[in-house]
């Protein structure tokens, strides 16, 4: 990723800022944040030492003072909780200022500590200047919000030292932070040993030009599925990509369109929701709502044409009732929406529990995908024409992408320990014909077991030069011990060349056989990752393999997510950013919500509309 980003060094008055995320509190106490806050300021002074006789006694009668000793005011003021008693070597006490100690007790935001805005007591306008940076990047605000009158008075109101910052100087600001945090991204990723990309593209409204957005997914040191946008840049056109649940919508675009403007007209005013909620309260329906769809969601449409045809009865007695109502859909066109809606109904579901999570592992695709290619097969050659050609149109699509055995998708359920084998024993006959589903069986499994040998040569490849390297005693005394000077070094290799051996049988024949895990809760809190990570003993190689392939995305989803984005970043004010500080913005803001554990909120995504009837 290239830049042509500014140096924030060059800002006339504002000083330099430093990354705050880098400055973390260390687990052996504040000395080593106060060490980096003094290098950072130039401060080298001692915390003051106040005589608490001397604060005490500052408005009280002087004979009380003489007998301080004895008798002392009780400390209501809350400048005392600012202090604390010590002992000083001559065996007098005073009052210790806790400024460095508060500096310690840092914020916490997501799994980040990030130091206040003070350096000894003193307020720290840089480290104000770059929280604002991480506020614009985290929310995708625009620069000229740094601006505005109403925000620079609440600030003023509640930080008087607060200054005045200029958009170009927080732009400036934010591609400093936006270098720092890719400095930080590209360490992190060299210490994962597998990485998937995933790539999509989008074209700006505004900008008129196309974008592909670069996503990493890995999984980190605690088993977390992680996904960072790597790389947003500007490239020649794309081509367009049609979903296959979109060919079946648009074999009833114009029904679909009828539909959308009947709920539409019930919705325009009171009057004729009244109306059609009288009906629906006299032919004694359940159902209480209808949904206008958003177009640009075939999701969102299967669930207004699946609502609104509980409501057929409704509608049509309704445009007896309503002489402007002329969109009215006919029994033939209820008929399709019924046709299609129960096509549709896998390929909702499906989606569901593929884009329910917010991040889905590979896992669960198998069993998703073999349903809809069990439901095409079986409806293809249907009795109704209509259907028939329809399904068709879907399957081509389907097997364009999905018709082969898929091993990574396989391999992938066969790591879910609610699966294994057993996953493709049940699923491939249901897919294919006998003997094309033997063949892939015996496919899948011959690279399972290719692949686990890699990882089984690499395992043993990095034990054989660990035992080269310092021995770390971490189990019993927590100390460091060198290596060849000591029993425990020698104890050590005994274990590694005796663990490290060749074990009658791997990883894959021990897990493969067992019986499948039962889970016996709700299957959607089911965590393939979880499950792997209390398992890493038992299975030490095949749960790094586990790890990698778990992580491997098998949709678009985590990519397409960046593009909504569209209405904010690059809105119609800002459509002459360039491409750079497009990148800048979009991938330093994904970067910034991943350290501050923010999740991104879409504001302005379009979303179908509920609409309650009025009954009783």
């Not at 914020?107 to 350096?119: E, K, R, S």
């Not at 493709?424 to 499994?445: G, L, Q, S, T």
Request: with cysteine.
């Amino acid at each position: 990723m290239s830049s042509t980003t500014p140096d924030i060094s060059s800002i006339p008055v504002q000083p330099t800022i430093n990354s705050f995320t880098s400055r973390i509190v260390s687990d052996d106490g504040n000395d080593s944040m106060n060490e980096a806050l003094d290098a950072t300021n130039g401060n080298t002074d001692k915390t003051p030492v106040i005589d608490a006789n001397d604060r005490e006694c500052d408005n009280a009668d002087p004979e009380e003072c003489e007998e301080s000793n004895e008798k002392k005011r009780q400390k209501t003021s809350a400048v005392w909780l600012e202090f604390k008693e010590v002992t000083l070597s001559d065996g007098s006490k005073k009052e210790k200022s806790t400024t460095n100690d508060q500096l310690s007790a840092v914020n916490t935001c997501g799994d980040v500590q990030i130091l206040p805005a003070l350096t000894d007591g003193k307020f720290d306008m840089v480290k104000m200047r770059e929280a604002a940076a991480h506020w614009i990047l985290m929310h995708e605000h625009p620069f000229s919000i740094i601006e505005e009158e109403g925000f620079n008075m609440m600030q003023k109101r509640g930080m008087p030292e607060w200054e005045k910052v200029s958009r170009n100087t927080i732009k400036k600001d934010c591609m400093q932070v936006y270098e720092a945090e890719k400095k930080k991204l590209k360490a992190l990723l060299k210490t994962i040993s597998k990485i998937s990309l995933t790539t999509d593209l989008w074209k700006s409204s505004n900008q008129k030009i196309e974008y592909m957005v670069l996503t990493a997914h890995f999984v980190d040191f605690n088993w977390r599925l992680q996904k960072r946008v790597i790389s947003f840049v500007h490239i020649p056109p794309p081509r367009q990509v049609v979903e296959i649940a979109d060919y079946g919508l648009s074999e009833i675009k114009n029904v679909i369109g009828d539909v959308h403007e009947s709920v539409d007209f019930i919705n325009q005013n009171e009057a004729r929701l009244n109306s059609f909620s009288d009906i629906v309260q006299q032919l004694q329906l359940p159902d209480r709502k209808l949904i206008l769809d958003c177009k640009t969601r075939w999701n969102s449409t299967f669930e207004m044409l699946s609502i609104a045809i509980k409501f057929k009865e409704v509608f049509s007695r309704l445009k007896e009732r309503e002489s402007h109502y002329e969109c009215c859909p006919s029994h033939e066109d209820w008929e399709k929406v019924e046709k299609v809606c129960e096509i549709l109904e896998v390929f909702n579901s499906a989606t569901k529990i593929i884009s329910g999570s917010d991040y889905p592992t590979s896992n669960l695709f198998l069993n998703e995908v073999y349903r809809v290619k069990v439901l095409l097969d079986k409806r293809m050659n249907d009795e109704n024409e209509f259907v028939q050609a329809m399904v068709r149109k879907m399957k081509s699509k389907f097997d364009k992408y999905w018709g082969e055995c898929n091993l990574l998708m396989s391999i992938a359920a066969i790591l879910d320990p609610r699966c294994k084998m057993r996953v493709i024993e049940f699923c491939f006959p249901r897919m294919y014909p006998d003997r094309e589903a033997k063949e892939n069986i015996a496919k899948v499994r011959d690279a399972l077991y290719e692949i686990y040998d890699e990882y089984a040569r690499e395992y043993q490849f990095g034990n054989e030069h660990s035992a080269e390297t310092q021995v770390h005693d971490n189990g019993i005394s927590g100390m460091n011990i060198e290596a060849s000077s000591s029993g425990w070094f020698e104890f050590a290799n005994y274990v590694k060349s005796v663990e490290t051996a060749q074990p009658q049988q791997s990883d894959l024949d021990v897990y493969l056989p067992e019986g499948c895990f039962i889970y016996e809760g709700d299957s959607t809190k089911f965590h393939a990752l979880e499950w792997w990570k209390g398992s890493t003993l038992k299975y030490r190689i095949l749960s790094k393999m586990a790890r990698d392939i778990l992580a491997i995305p098998t949709t678009t989803v985590a990519s397409e997510a960046t593009f909504s984005a569209e209405g904010k970043v690059i809105d119609t004010y800002r459509a002459s950013l360039s491409p750079d500080t497009v990148q800048a913005l979009l991938c330093g803001g994904d970067w910034c919500r991943n350290l501050h554990g923010v999740k991104k909120k879409n504001k302005k995504e379009k979303k179908s509309i509920e609409i309650a009837l009025k009954i009783s």
